[in-house]
């Protein structure tokens, strides 16, 4: 059973009524980012409940030592920790002594939360009645600042009910956090010093062996009513916090109000020895604007993304919400303002996964980053894969890879690979292809070569080193062969042949000897300069070439279909649809043994290659491949649902379409994998644009031009986008009846339609 208690609102996720079982869920879906830091929903004032505590600042984390039984040669030395900060939220509330705590309140009612994603803003709001019978009424505001992004600001009230209340506000600062997800129960920070002036507090504390410097900062305003009380708090510290301390008697009905400010200031942008003069600066920049000025440049900004990145839906609530969500999601994640920065699959919800960086970006990302944004923020991706282009390199030679060979990392922070276990760090090795693709992709859509030759050529041709390399000469087949690897698949391990792989492969190398042809050709100097630095030679890419062409495929005469692997037919080929529903899902109801025996597909793998690469292959031999592996997946990756609603739009089967975009729409919203709690699945989010987008719109580039074959599940009215391509924003319009079309700026732009060319001028609505 999926969870249903989030509300259907197009711009809104909001909770009613209040369960302690659902608190850890909540946490997640109400998290809140700025691309700078983010953090999970957790309650300001103290929560003795269960409850998964979690801010998180981009870029900051740390090398826990890897927990394996046996070390293999190459084995990661560390499994990078996204690192949970010092909690700046807190507020200990108490009303006439007693602690205000959901957990422990004889009555919670009333209970409300709301994540406005139209302005950006997360609010609670209860009533409660306490051990001592006080009963209070409280409502709170938060965010975190998109104009200023080191700050976040809350306002906090506390109104008394039915009788008079001396209230004590507590705000604190806490160092004293530890990671979830610790392997050895390390202490990740070092508090360096910890200082308070009047109504200021700052904890300066740095990372263990990573020797990030970061400063925790608050400060607080307090009101009766609308009023401001210039209250001295009384401060206090211990060897891991700082507290302050405001306390009021309040009649009846009177509201108290506190208004805190605080955040992370970071030697990743500023001198180590400054920081505490730089929080200084940034809150008496926060005090000055106020918390209702801030949360009015707030809503300002979120305006702005919306403007570009909205997907409007009529007639289907869900689906609106669940597009929404997701794209807010990304937005808060990555916002590529930082070129070192990238998108954590669960960007700051969590600490699942570890590392900043999974092929997932190259794959889902930046098709939802180049449409909605300028293009500059998808070229900040791929530099970002170029500056790691050396740690590539290296971790190839761990693996016994020579001669310029690069192995991009599954898992990574700065380039080295810190995933650790075997059948993925060794294995998966499709993920270089992914970021192959991420060029071609970028080049097709914005049309700027520039950085081919600037930057990219140099990564391609690390890659397609590394795939001639790890081919194998068959004299049985007369065929290249890659042996032993994982596939998107990872329910099987340690396969021969995985047809993804093998055909990324010789598409990776096909096209870095096609660009290497055209730099060569058009960029004298640029090559020259990449000559020397690789050493390429005409002997070498022969021998590339050789294994592309004659690269070895698994295909069945029988089903007529290329095989996922070399021994899929030997599988007990029952479809999921035969699988009793209490085994699922079966990651969390099977060994592992009897997983990789069986035929169940985790994501798609075959289909995968026929996404990325559709135009190698006919309408009907996707058909026929859908067909056969669509019913024996079970879709327990959050990046297989948008896939197979993209291909199952493309063969017209509509339905389909709709339930699998539904369903990664609302994958954390309904909870399909029932562990919401442990975070979001942010990545994937940008792969439900794409369901939209590419899917019902049909949106490709064809011939260097943009093209669109338009369809509308029967459940809608109509549903809107904008892409940004070449600098030209176009808007789409589909309705049950027709496709609108307009663009904003003066030039005039050739799409096709339907196959169709058309012409779209300024200012004018061209309907098909």
């Known amino acids: 059973m999926n969870q249903d208690y989030i509300q259907p609102n197009e711009w809104s996720i909001i909770e009613e009524g209040f369960d302690l079982n659902r608190v850890k869920s909540s946490e997640s879906l109400f998290s809140i980012g700025n691309g700078a830091m983010g953090q999970r929903a957790n309650f300001e004032e103290k929560f003795s409940g269960e409850t998964f505590q979690g ?17 293999k040669n190459g084995y990661p030395e560390y499994f990078a920790k996204v690192l949970n900060a010092p909690n700046w939220i807190g507020i200990d509330v108490t009303i006439n002594d007693e602690t205000l705590d959901l957990h422990t309140c004889k009555e ?15 609010a609670r709001s209860f009533e409660a009645v306490l051990q001592n019978n006080c009963k209070i009424k409280v409502d709170v505001k938060r965010f975190l600042s998109l104009e200023l992004d080191e700050i976040g600001a809350i306002s906090y009230h506390i109104t008394p009910i039915n009788s008079d209340a001396n209230i004590t506000f507590s705000p604190f600062l806490d160092a004293s956090i530890t990671n979830e997800d610790s392997n050895w129960a390390d202490q990740f920070w070092d508090v360096l010093s910890i200082n308070q002036y009047k109504n200021q507090s700052f904890i300066v504390a ?52 506190i208004q805190k400010f605080g955040g992370y200031i970071v030697d990743r942008n500023h001198p180590k020895d400054q920081l505490i003069e730089a929080a200084k600066e940034v809150l008496d920049q926060a005090v000055n604007f106020g918390f209702d000025s801030l949360l009015e440049m707030q809503k300002q900004s979120w305006a702005k993304i919306w403007e570009m990145a909205d997907i409007s839906i009529a007639g289907d609530v869900k689906a609106q919400q669940g597009i929404r969500f997701n794209i807010f999601q990304l937005n808060q994640t990555y916002l590529g303002t930082d070129a070192s920065l990238n998108i954590g699959p669960k960007g700051f919800t969590g600490e699942k996964y570890g590392g900043s960086t999974y092929w997932d970006t190259e794959a889902y990302c930046i098709p939802f980053y180049m449409a909605t944004k300028d293009q500059s923020v998808a070229r900040k991706l791929l530099e970002y894969r170029y500056n790691h ?23 990574t922070m700065n380039g080295e690979e810190c995933h650790n ?27 700027d070569y520039s950085y081919i030759p600037e930057k990219g050529l140099e990564v391609l041709i690390g890659i397609a080193r590394f795939w001639h390399q790890r081919a194998t000469f068959s004299s049985d087949k007369n065929k290249f062969v890659i042996l032993g690897v994982t596939g998107p698949n990872e329910y099987e391990n340690n396969v021969n042949n995985n047809f993804y792989t093998n055909y990324i492969a010789k598409w990776c190398i096909n096209y870095a000897l096609e660009n290497i042809e055209i730099v060569k050709n058009d960029h004298i100097s640029d090559f020259k300069r990449i000559k020397e630095k690789t050493a390429i030679s005409d002997v070498e890419l022969a021998a590339w070439k050789n294994v592309a062409d004659l690269m070895y495929f698994p295909y069945s005469e029988k089903h007529q279909v290329y095989l996922q692997q070399d021994g899929f037919l030997d599988k007990e080929l029952i479809s999921v649809a035969a699988l009793d529903k209490s085994q699922r899902p079966i990651n969390q109801k099977w060994s592992w043994d009897r997983i990789l025996r069986s035929p169940y597909i985790k994501q798609a793998d075959t289909l995968q290659g026929f996404y990325f690469f559709e135009d190698d292959f006919t309408t009907e031999e996707l058909a026929r491949h859908f067909d056969f592996y669509e019913p024996f997946t079970v879709h327990e990756s959050s990046l297989s649902p948008c896939v197979h609603s993209i291909q199952a739009a493309k063969l017209d089967r509509m339905e389909q379409a709709y339930t699998f975009y539904l369903r990664t729409s609302r994958l954390d919203l309904d909870d399909y994998n029932h562990e919401v709690e442990e975070g979001l699945h942010i990545t994937s989010m940008a792969g439900t644009w794409m369901s939209i987008v590419e899917g019902f719109g049909g949106m490709r580039v064809k011939n260097n031009t943009l093209s669109f074959e338009p369809k509308i599940p029967k459940q809608w009215n109509s549903y809107s986008f904008k892409v940004n391509f070449r600098n030209t924003i176009v808007k789409i319009n589909v ?7 307009t663009i904003d700026g003066n030039e005039e732009l050739t799409i096709i339609v339907n196959e169709k060319p058309i012409k779209v001028t300024p200012n004018n609505l061209v309907t098909v």
Request: glycine letters at 4%; proline letters at 2%.
């Open 389 to 411: 282009l050396e740690k590539a390199i290296e971790n190839a030679q761990k693996l016994g890879f020579k001669n310029g060979a690069a192995l991009y990392p599954m898992v």
């Open 108 to 122: 919670v009612s009333k209970f409300k939360r709301e994540l406005n994603m139209k302005e950006g803003w997360l």
């Open 421 to 447: 276990e075997w059948e993925i760090t060794f294995e998966e090795i499709h993920r270089n292809g992914a970021i192959a693709f991420a060029i071609y992709n970028y080049h097709r859509f914005t049309n």
């Open 735 to 741: 309705q049950q009846n027709g496709t609108h079309f």
């Open 206 to 257: 740095k990372t263990m062996k990573t020797n990030f410097h970061t400063c925790t900062f608050m400060q607080s305003k307090v009101f009766i009513d609308q009023n401001e009380v210039k209250i001295e708090p009384n401060n206090h510290t211990t060897d891991k916090k700082a507290v302050s301390v405001f306390q009021q008697k309040i009649i009846k009905n009177q509201t108290f109000t």
């Open 55 to 71: 801010s998180y600042i981009a870029g900051v984390y740390y090398p826990d030592k890897t927990r394996v039984g046996w070390w």
